[in-house]
């Protein structure tokens, strides 16, 4: 059985990332996020939520609880503007591809080390428990 460093295997993680930062859902997000960012309307209205983000901290502060109410409406209502845009729209979509792909490479990473383990020990795959368990369990063999 070969045994690997944790050296090793940071250097086969950074592989890894090189190789998911190379693919087509990662090339769709940094496209979405330079159009987001080059586009003038979004920043605008990107601009006037943390302004009036910044008024609604000072009214909440001094205690100004209508004012601070119709902030922070503003904002919902610039917030659910900017959700309408379906440059916004792309870019979230962006997001979720990427992030699934990291879930999924994630997923089998921990699958695989599990699956590994109950095989190595002469556990049982399908029961999902490894050697040790079977053997110390009732009815196991001794």
Known sequence: MTQFTKEEIVARARELAQMISETEEVDFFKKAEAQLNGNEKVRSMIASIKSLQKQAVNFQHYGKTEALKQVEEKIDR????????PI????????????DLLQLVANTISNQVTDRII?????????GETGSKVKNSPGGSC
Request: aromatic share 4%; charged share 35%; no cysteine.
């Open 78 to 85: 610039i917030q659910e503007e900017l959700d309408e845009l």
């Open 88 to 99: 916004i729209q792309e870019f979230k979509d962006s997001q979720v591809e990427v992030n």
């Open 119 to 127: 095989e190595t020990t002469g556990g049982d795959l399908l029961a």
